[in-house]
């Protein structure tokens, strides 16, 4: 019986010394309208989708699964890591043989109303050089729904 119990003990330690730091960053998940530019395409406009991945964000370290669907309806989808304000990104785009990656940086800043923008700095590899480019994104306001006004009691006579 002692040694069962010491095991159960010994195996409450060890999960407790890996658990994580909960996560106190900020919580960017949302959906982004952009206005983008690079060499290759020119000017164009995509939405952008972050999903805060709360199993593996921690302490300030914010990690997020997120997809960019095109006016074309192409979708990249990637991961992106946020350490306080700062964006690692890093997506790809799949079509039959064809991959393309994209590797980016972006900063969030804080807009009115609880939403947030971001200018992404990027970088596509290829055989030529590459292709690099910039879009500024902003946080599509929520849909805030109103709670329902209270029904007014009228006083009636006896």
Do not use: H
């Not at 730091?21 to 959906?31: D, E, H, Q």
């Not at 370290?61 to 690692?88: I, K, M, P």
């Not at 329902?148 to 009228?154: D, G, L, N």
């Amino acid at each position: 019986m002692v040694k069962i119990l010491f095991a159960f003990g010994l195996l409450t330690c060890v999960a407790v010394a890996q658990a994580k730091p909960a996560f106190t960053g900020i919580n960017f998940s949302g959906r982004y309208d952009c206005k983008g530019n690079n060499e290759l395409v020119g000017d164009y406009q995509v939405t952008v989708k972050f999903k805060l991945n709360r199993i593996s964000s921690f302490g300030k370290f914010g990690a997020y699964d997120f997809s960019t669907e095109t006016d074309n309806a192409v979708t990249y989808r990637g991961q992106a890591v946020a350490n306080g304000f700062r964006l690692a990104l890093s997506y790809k785009l799949t079509e039959g043989k064809y991959v393309e990656y994209t590797t980016g940086i972006a900063e969030m800043k804080k807009l009115s109303r609880g939403r947030w923008s971001f200018r992404n700095l990027y970088y596509e590899p290829d055989d030529n050089g590459g292709n690099y480019g910039q879009e500024d994104c902003v946080m599509q306001l929520s849909s805030v729904i109103k709670p329902a006004s209270k029904p007014t009691k009228s006083k009636q006579k006896s």
